[in-house]
């Protein structure tokens, strides 16, 4: 299993930027799949953004254009790049992993954009 930590949640307006990251206890470089996911209060866990091992990427429609996943198999640290944030956007932020079929998750970090 892989221990996932992630950080740079925060408070910011409407049309604002964040950069979450989220750090691996291990090598990434052989992770199948790396992704965020959020959850609303009162609704579904959702995927965000997913990138995988060879650096394919997939997005919500709700957040194509305005957020961007990255990886750094160097540092073990995934990304989310998230620009022209919205009300909408605000949720608890979740990385997730999957590396030999088990799927590891964050504690979650707290995403507030404010109108």
């Known amino acids: 299993q892989v221990q996932l930590v992630e950080s740079g949640g925060g408070l910011v307006q409407a049309g604002g930027s964040l950069r979450l990251s989220c750090a691996a206890s291990?090598?990434?470089?052989?992770?199948?799949?790396m992704g965020w996911y959020r959850q609303a209060p009162g609704k579904l866990r959702e995927s965000v953004a997913v990138?995988?091992?060879?650096?394919?990427?997939n997005y919500a429609d709700s957040v194509k254009g305005r957020f961007t996943i990255s990886r750094d198999n160097t540092k073990n640290t995934v990304y989310l790049q998230m620009n022209s944030l919205e009300p909408e956007d605000t949720a608890v932020y979740y990385c997730t992993s999957v590396y030999r079929g088990v799927a590891s998750w964050g504690q979650g970090t707290q995403v507030t954009v404010s109108s």
């Open positions: 291990r090598s990434i470089f052989s992770i199948n799949s």
């Open positions: 990138i995988t091992s060879d650096g394919s990427t």
